[in-house]
């Protein structure tokens, strides 16, 4: 007989993990709180226009990547793919553009007709990119392939100079003022992230390995349930689990919110990881690393408001992923902003109606000031709507008259997030640690819990990296590690 697996939860990592889980023979369910599969992998309607608040640049879309091959294991390609020519561009507010071209040779065209006295470090940035786009590195450090790691090698070396700076100090390097300015933001507006995390999605994106799924998140979500479901998973929504039934040092099943007990000879959760531990586990089985990690989370948070548009408006001709420099700085829930970022979806047809277009703007802000403004809803929403005015203004100098095209306004804030996940303080749910894109790739310990057994995180606690890919794998991870304890070849089917 079959053992059997509870997964709480229906994010990248808990999907993952049920349909690995019944390719290798366990009898899998799945609970998930809300009306619909995916956690944040999602999008919505409002009224005749799509708004999407996860994906960015989905890695894995070139069927020669290692990646790809993961994503048609979970159902998830093959798709339809949208692509873009840039990674991201950044605007001036006195209409000077740089385009982050994917491909070398017109991005180093591009670059020196910007700044012809920057043609040194220009080349240098350029050779870096085609030099790390000649190998499918990301695929073989997402799927463990050491000897693959091994033929790296001699790349890696030839580029640990990239690991060593960030996006900031490079961005120094440049003699004009414009691109000094432009370089720090184009890794998410993140000035510390090492230059090398930002050449490999750049070449990633050269491969075309970066892509956009036609139809939004919730699309790309469908394939992989139906994966799930096809394989005889069973997902239950609407299905929230507040505690995990232990007995003797083993997780055994799971309480719902209406009582009932359901059990299971394994549990993985994929729900938020504080909420997990302190909550449904009643904070028995912490030590001191746990604590440390259930520790608040920094109050300043990125991607923490999003403001969406519906407009009136072609925007066929702008740049996929967008950067506006302000000429003056501005303030937006409470923090001072020098550019605003944010995407447009004109790739996707499906997103508005023909001759309109959807735009996505993003930025940090205090879990603290929106948790204050929350104890009076109308002052809550007086705020959002405030918000939202003021970005409309702030793009008035890019997209000249587009505050009177403006048909559909939607703005989330880390409370929505709170709300729609269930977790705690906000959209990333994430242990407070130190972020580790290399060690979540290649490590698992924060997969189990000391003095639990028969239990398994995955998703972004297992990770603490936001990639959709790395949470997805995970759960693949996860189960990988339970067939090993229970003395089983662990298998991979697609059909």
């Known amino acids: ?31 998930e709180m809300n009306y619909r599969p995916g956690g944040q992998c999602t999008s919505w309607k409002r009224g005749e226009y799509t708004f999407d608040a996860c994906i960015h640049h989905l890695m894995g879309c070139s069927p020669d990547s290692k990646l790809n091959q993961f ?49 040194e470090v220009i080349r240098e940035y350029v050779d870096g990119i085609r030099d790390l786009s000649k190998y499918d590195m990301m695929g073989d450090l997402t799927m463990g392939n050491i000897p693959g790691l091994l033929g790296h090698l001699p790349t890696v070396i030839r580029n640990m100079k990239w690991f060593k700076i960030t996006m900031e100090e490079f961005a120094k390097r440049f003699r004009d003022p414009f691109l000094q300015k432009a370089f720090p933001l184009l890794v998410y507006s993140n000035p510390s992230i090492p230059v090398f995390l930002h050449l490999m999605r750049h070449a990633s994106g050269y491969r075309r390995d970066i892509a956009w799924p036609v139809g939004a998140s919730t699309s790309f979500v469908d394939g992989i349930v139906n994966r799930y479901k096809a394989l005889g998973g069973r997902l239950y929504c609407r299905k929230k689990v507040i505690k995990i039934i232990t007995d ?11 009582g009932t007990e359901e059990l299971a000879d394994i549990v993985i959760s994929n729900a ?74 004109s790739f996707d047809k499906t997103m508005a109606p023909e001759g309109k277009g959807v735009i996505k703007v993003e930025f940090r802000s205090a879990y603290s000031y929106w948790k204050q403004l929350s104890a009076d809803r109308q002052e809550y929403e007086a705020e959002k709507q405030s918000v939202a005015k003021q970005v409309i203004s702030l793009l008035e100098n890019h997209f000249q008259g587009i505050t009177n095209q403006i048909e559909v306004v939607d703005v989330s804030t880390l409370l929505t997030w709170e709300r729609f996940m269930g977790g705690t303080h906000g959209f990333s749910n994430a242990p407070s640690k130190e972020l580790n894109f290399i060690g979540s790739l290649l490590s698992s310990k924060d997969m189990t819990l000391s003095g639990l057994d028969n239990f398994y995180f995955v998703g972004i606690w297992a990770t603490s990296v936001g990639a959709l890919f790395l949470n997805a794998m995970s759960g693949k991870k996860a189960i990988k590690r339970i067939c090993r304890k229970e003395g089983l070849k662990f298998n991979v089917k697609i059909e």
């Open 1 to 31: 007989m079959s053992k059997s697996i509870i997964i709480i939860g229906s994010g990248m990592g808990g999907l993952s993990a049920g349909i690995y889980g019944q390719m290798n023979g366990f009898d899998t369910r799945i609970y």
């Open 272 to 345: 938020d990881g504080r909420k997990t531990l302190l909550e449904m586990l009643d904070a028995k089985y912490m030590d001191e690393r746990l604590r440390a990690y259930c520790t608040e989370p920094a109050d300043m948070t990125e991607f923490a408001v999003t403001v969406f548009l519906g407009v009136n408006r072609d925007l066929s001709e702008e740049p996929s992923s967008l950067i506006l420099l302000l000429d003056k700085p501005a303030t937006l829930s409470g923090q001072e902003f020098t550019s605003l970022e944010m995407q447009t979806y």
């Open 248 to 258: 003797n040092g083993r997780a055994v099943g799971v309480r719902l919110e209406d």
């Open 71 to 119: 994503w048609q294991e979970i159902g998830a390609m093959p798709t339809e793919l949208a692509y873009t020519k840039e990674c991201v561009s950044v605007a001036s507010s006195d209409g000077r553009i740089f385009y982050d071209y994917y491909d070398p040779d017109g991005l180093e065209k591009h670059l020196y007709a910007l700044s012809p006295q920057d043609k």
